[in-house]
Each structure stands twice: as C-alpha cells, then as structure tokens.
C-alpha cells in the first residue's frame, strides 16, 4: 500500500507563475519612477447652478500628497519583503533569484546565461530547474502565493 500524503499536491505552473509575476512586480517597483499625481491648477467653473449645496469640502492638494506617500511607502515595504524572503534561502538559492529575476537587466538575462555563466563553476540545465524550483517554492510559502492542485485536477489559490 502507498502512502497517503495530507499535505496538498502543489500546482507548480501555476505557483511559478505567481512567484514570476512578483518578481516582475518588485522590479517595477523597485527601478521604474512612478508617475505621482499632481494637483491641477486650473480652477474648475460650471455655468450648471447646483441644485443644493453639499457642504464637503475637498482638499485636492491633501489628498494627492497622501496617495504618493502611501504609495511609495507601499512599494517600498514590497520589495523589502521580496529581499527578506530573498535573503532567507541558501546561497544558491538567493543568487539564482537575485542574478536571473532581481537585476535591472531581468530583461537580457536568460536562464541559459545564468547557468552557463553567471554559476561559477556553470552547472546544468536540470540542476538549474531543481534550484530553481526550490526557490519559487520558498518564494511561493514566504509571500503567500502557494497555489495547490484541487482533487479534481483543478486548481484551485490557497
């Protein structure tokens, strides 16, 4: 008799998907300027009389501001998460993320390269995947985007 496991079968496309989507999420946030919003400074003038007043007053300045500190804080505390996660996992483990999904150039980088020269001595293809997977998995479990496989061969987020 086999035996029966009651942990979850992980759906791995799935979960490399979401762990690839974050990475490309602290990239963004991490190298691109966002735009912040600005206050117009053109008065706006209605012809239209208002039909009762509304007695809300609207501080357009205010408002911006706080969405450009929240949102700067927010990615900031983003990728420090991704670097905490990142700097938790073994050596080989870290740099393969660091090297192949961190960097600036994620774009002209290919796994191919990563293994061949980046590894120092170059490992293999299949040693590559198994490190790899290990990674996205630790990834996946740090921030909370493990997907599992449902029993009836659907998938189902966790």
Avoid at 65 to 83: F, G, L, M, P, T
Avoid at 142 to 157: G, I, P
Wanted: charged share 30%; aromatic share 10%; proline share 4%.
């Amino acid at each position: 008799m086999g035996q029966q496991s009651f942990l979850p079968e992980i759906d791995r496309k799935r979960t490399q998907a979401a762990v690839e989507a974050a990475l490309e999420k602290y990239r963004i946030y991490k190298y691109l300027s966002i735009e912040e919003r600005e206050a117009s400074t053109t008065a706006a003038y209605s012809d239209m009389p208002r039909s009762s007043p509304t007695n809300v007053t609207s501080d357009q300045t205010a408002n911006i501001a706080i969405h450009n500190v929240d949102s700067q804080v927010y990615r900031e505390e983003y990728c420090r998460r991704v670097e905490r996660a990142v700097k938790r996992m073994p050596k080989m483990e870290s740099f393969l993320i660091e090297s192949r999904y961190m960097t600036k150039e994620h774009d002209y980088i290919t796994d191919q390269r990563v293994y061949s020269f980046v590894f120092q001595p170059p490992i293999s293809e299949p040693t590559y995947s198994k490190i790899r997977w290990r990674a996205f998995y630790k990834l996946a479990s740090s921030l909370n985007l493990m997907t599992v496989k449902n029993n009836m061969n659907d998938s189902e987020e966790t």
